[in-house]
């Protein structure tokens, strides 16, 4: 018995060091294009800026009809939206994980205000879920070019360096970052797909572990909203 734990040691670093080698031929055979890179980046300031422009017109239609300054505004609109409120904003989620037109979480934001707690907390995550394995999957396809064109050349750097020396560690890396609030997680799970780490793991690990920091979130901004409620009520009985 104990002569073979040494075998099945030498297996394992044989192992880790086969992975890691086919990993930066993985890396290799998909260098960046910087052309491709710089295209790219400029379609997508381009839907960033049309899609920014779309939300504030939106925002400005939704201030007109009152929906931002009255709950029974709010909720007539929401009931006659329907389940074509619920789809628009689902996919709103998903292509703001792809292009940055508002940060993730003012739009989770939105959800929960429009939505309630619950069904906000569902829209959120299974928004953020498919737009999350989408991000994966496009940098997993196109390679490096794709995520230099999505991030900023620095953060891209940043990132590869360290995958670079760090590949037994990734894992544990990703768990770790997609379940403490405020991490960059669309950059995260981008980079993901440049590492070795398989899709069925991703997929599996990015379900569970986005449900701690979404739910506290869901229900901090909930209990938010219901106080801020009560302090415009105040303010209204008291001056207005």
């Keep these: 018995m104990t002569s073979q734990i040494p075998e099945i040691n030498e297996e394992q670093k044989e192992e880790k060091k086969e992975r890691a ?3 930066a031929e993985w890396r290799k055979k998909h260098p960046v294009d ?3 890179a710089a295209k790219l980046r400029r379609l997508m300031t381009i839907a960033t800026i049309i899609g920014i422009l779309a939300c504030v017109a939106l925002g400005l239609y939704g201030w007109r009809l009152g929906i931002f300054t009255s709950t029974e505004k709010m909720q007539e609109f929401i009931s006659r939206s329907g389940v074509w409120g619920a789809f628009f904003f689902f996919l709103l989620q998903i292509v703001q994980c792809i292009i940055p037109i508002i940060p993730g979480n003012v739009t989770s ?3 929960i205000y429009f939505f309630g ?4 907390f569902l829209l959120n995550y299974l928004g953020i879920y498919v737009g999350e394995v989408i991000v994966f999957l ?4 196109f390679g490096p070019t794709f995520v230099h064109a999505a991030v900023k050349p620095e953060t891209f750097e940043k990132y590869s360096k360290w995958l670079d020396a ?3 560690k990734i894992k544990k890396f990703f ?3 997609m379940a403490l609030p405020g991490m960059p997680d669309d950059v995260i799970c981008m980079v993901m797909g440049l590492t070795n780490m398989s899709f069925k793991t991703f997929a599996l690990h990015l379900a569970w572990t986005k449900v701690p920091a979404l739910f506290i979130y869901t229900f901090f901004l909930d209990y938010a909203f219901k106080q801020g409620g009560e302090v ?4 209204k009985s008291g001056f207005i």
């Design 138 to 141: 496009l940098a997993r396809f």
């Design 21 to 23: 080698h086919r990993l």
């Design 232 to 235: 415009l009520r105040w303010i």
């Design 34 to 36: 910087p052309v491709k």
């Design 117 to 120: 707690p619950l069904p906000g």
């Design 166 to 168: 760090n590949d037994e």
């Design 109 to 111: 934001l939105f959800g």
């Design 175 to 177: 768990i770790w970052t």
